[in-house]
Structure formats: C-alpha cells, structure tokens
C-alpha cells in the first residue's frame, strides 16, 4: 500500500511539473511572437519612413542639415535668448548702415571715441571716489582660430572653383541652365538691393525658413514633392522641343 502511495504521489508531481513547463512554453512562445510582432511592426514603420520623400533629398534632421552644434541651435532658436541677440544685432547694424546712412568707417571712431573716453573718465573719476582706477583686460587677437577660419575658407574657395570648372566643361548642361540661372536671379537681386540689404536679407531667410521648415516639414515635403514632379515634367518638354535641337560639340575626356 506504501508503494503504490508513493507512486500516485510521483506521478501526480509529474503531471504538476508538465503543466508548468508547458505554460512556460506556451507564455515564452507568445512573448516571442509579440516581440516577432514589434520588430515587423518597426520594420514596417521604418520602410515607410524611408519612402517619405524629403526636401532635397536630405536623410538628415535639419539641425545636422545645418551643421550641427551651436550654429545650427542659433539658426532653429534652440536658446532663444542667443538667436534674439544676433539678429537684434544684425538688425541694429542694417538699420544704422542703411536708413541712418552711417558709414563703416565712422561707426568704428565713434563707437571707439565713445568707449575711450568713458574708461578715461572712469578712471580719473576713481582718484575722487577713493578706488583704485580699473585693471583694463588685455585684449590680443589669438592665432589659432584665425587660421582655422583661413584654412576653411580655402577649402570652400577651392570647393566653388572646381565645382565652376566642371559646369564650364560643358558636361551637365542641367546643371549649367541651373547655375545661369540663380546668377541671373542674384544679378537682378543686385539691381533692386544693395549688397547690405541683400545681405540682411539672406540673414533674416536663415533665422526663419529653417526654424519654420522643421516645424511644419510634415506638411511642406509633400507639396514640394508635387512641384518638383511637375517642374521635371516641363524640363522634359522644354527638353524636347528646345535643348535637343541645340547643336553640341564632342566632350573633352581628362
């Protein structure tokens, strides 16, 4: 009697444990197929995220657009204080230069004549007032980010010299028409605008558009889609009917 007790109690323990392996089995099968679910899912999402069509083509968020770093948080307002200052600043400089009418030159002396003369007077005002007379800071011009910036204003001259060179080489005729016609756009620009007030200009679009874009770049990609298949479409025409006509000489090879 003691042993078939005993084998009852074996063989209901195995059954207990069976039970229990098998719901284990059967909840790590269904996590596996929720996870299965999850990658497909971000599979899914992110294939279709790929095939959103971009302004330009970019892959890029528009900070790394822009550079990256502090510019590029000045630029998109990431610390409104700083982009207020520069373009109140810029602001300042263009209605000075231009509605005022003042000139580079004579800002420079009289702002100078101005901060001269209230540190001379400061420091002659210390002898009556019983203080000593300010330590003015030693200020020097330091050679390391004055080649930086010489060295990358080379490399962008020389970037823009051979990208001139290969449209003049008459290979891209595409890209020659584009090129014709922004320096046509920026030489009718010229005659409305002075340079300063172009200049300005061109400040104030980058202080926006980007910042604008990438709040509403949802909506913007998709009509710029539209418009870029409808200009595609009558560069075909134009194409057909006037550019294949022209008469081209044979490319040069290098």
């Not at 300063?196 to 009509?223: G, M, Q, R, S």
Request: glycine share 4%; aromatic share 10%; charged share 25%.
């Amino acid at each position: 009697m003691a042993e078939t007790q005993h084998h009852h109690e074996e063989s209901l323990l195995e059954k207990i444990t069976d039970k229990i392996h098998g719901h284990d089995s059967s909840s790590s099968s269904s996590s596996s197929d929720s996870d299965d679910d999850k990658k497909s899912e971000a599979q899914s999402s992110s294939s279709l995220k790929s095939k959103i069509y971009r302004l330009f083509g970019r892959e890029k968020p528009v900070h790394k657009v822009l550079g990256g770093g502090k510019p590029a948080d000045i630029f998109l307002w990431r610390n409104k204080k700083v982009s207020a200052g520069v373009l109140g600043v810029a602001t300042v400089i263009w209605i000075l230069f231009e509605l005022v009418e003042y000139h580079l030159l004579t800002l420079v002396c009289h702002l100078l004549i101005l901060a001269l003369a209230l540190l001379f007077l400061w420091s002659n005002a210390s002898t009556f007032i019983n203080k000593s007379p300010p330590r003015l800071p030693d200020v020097y011009i330091p050679e390391d980010p004055v080649l930086q910036v010489a060295a990358a204003l080379r490399i962008e001259i020389n970037r823009g010299l051979a990208i001139l060179r290969e449209i003049a080489s008459g290979r891209d005729l595409k890209k020659f028409l584009s090129v014709i016609a922004g320096l046509w756009v920026l030489s009718v620009a010229g005659n409305l605008f002075n340079f300063l007030t172009l200049f300005y200009t061109a400040f104030v679009l980058l202080f926006t558009v980007p910042v604008i874009y990438e709040k509403y770049e949802d909506k913007v990609d998709p009509f710029a889609e539209k418009a870029i298949i409808e200009i595609k479409k009558q560069y075909k025409v134009f194409d057909a009917k006037v550019l294949s006509k022209l008469p081209r000489g044979p490319l040069k090879k290098d």
